[in-house]
Structure formats: structure tokens, C-alpha cells
């Protein structure tokens, strides 16, 4: 899979971590930085992982900022994007069964290395299941509040 991976300052150790273990899993990562610990602003990386979903240059991404809450917003806010917020395996087994979301977001400073990478195995290993929950899925795309 083409998986893109973007975060803040504040998680790119785990950032650095998620990328190697998706390469040693055999994907095309797209590490969209940021590079250093600079502080830099969620959204503006949030903003750019949600237009390289949206343009179709990679499947599926991960979003990770301190507490994951921020990045999460900011990828959300691109209609494109079904992006959820875990800190555990089920929720991000459900995120994809359930909710075909397409992005995953954890917070570094909350979640450590291996809880993420069990919640991102569990990510891509599961399939969105359709049914009752394509309905669902795509009143999303259409929002009418
Ligand atoms: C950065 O200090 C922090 O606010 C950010 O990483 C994130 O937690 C925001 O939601």
C-alpha cells in the first residue's frame, strides 16, 4: 500500500518509528515531514497528508501530533478524509470496519511506540466491512450540517 505519514514537532520520533516499521512491512511510505523537532503548526501538516489523500497519490495515512487531537481536526476538515483518533487496536479496527477511515491519528505523547504500532497493524490488516455502513460512510461525504 501507498501510506503517507505526517506529524508535528512533537511526534516525530514515533513518526520516525511508524515509517520503519510500515517499510519493514513491505509499503510505499510518503513521509511528509516535518524533518526536525522546530516547532512547527498541526494543521499545516494535517492539511498536507488530507491533499495527498485527497489527490489520490497514497491510500492511506497516519497523523500524529502530541495528543493526536489537533492533527486529527485538521485532517478532518477535508471531506476527502475519514480520519480517527485511537490510542488502542479495536478502536482502530472499528475505525476502518465501520467508519471506512482512510487516516489514522495517535498522540506521541499519550500513546508509546508499541501501542501504536499494534494500533496500526490492526488498521491496515482489516478491511472496511459495507453493507449498513457504506450508507453511513457516505452521508459523511455529504454533510448537511
Ligand atoms: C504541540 O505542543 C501540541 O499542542 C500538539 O502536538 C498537539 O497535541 C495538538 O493537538
Redesign the pocket.
Known amino acids: 500500500m501507498r501510506i503517507a505519514i505526517a506529524s508535528?514537532?512533537?511526534?516525530i520520533a514515533l513518526k520516525a518509528t511508524l515509517a520503519d516499521w510500515l517499510r519493514g512491512e513491505g509499503h510505499d511510505v510518503a513521509d511528509l515531514g516535518p524533518e526536525t523537532t522546530d516547532?512547527v503548526d498541526?494543521p499545516d501538516y494535517g492539511f498536507k497528508l488530507a491533499r495527498h489523500i485527497a489527490s489520490g497519490q497514497a491510500t492511506c495515512g497516519v497523523a500524529l501530533?502530541?495528543?493526536?487531537?489537533?492533527?486529527s481536526?485538521a485532517v478532518n476538515r477535508n471531506p476527502a478524509c475519514r480520519c480517527a483518533l485511537v490510542s488502542e487496536p479495536l478502536s482502530a479496527s472499528l475505525a476502518r470496519e465501520h467508519n471506512d477511515a482512510n487516516v489514522i491519528a495517535m498522540?506521541?505523547?499519550l500513546t508509546g511506540p508499541d501501542m501504536a504500532i499494534a494500533c496500526l497493524e490492526a488498521f491496515i490488516a482489516t478491511e472496511f466491512a459495507g453493507g449498513r455502513h457504506q450508507r453511513r460512510v457516505d452521508k459523511l461525504s455529504a454533510p448537511e450540517c
Open positions: 508535528d514537532h512533537a511526534a516547532s498541526y501530533c502530541g495528543s493526536g487531537l489537533g492533527i481536526m498522540g506521541a505523547r
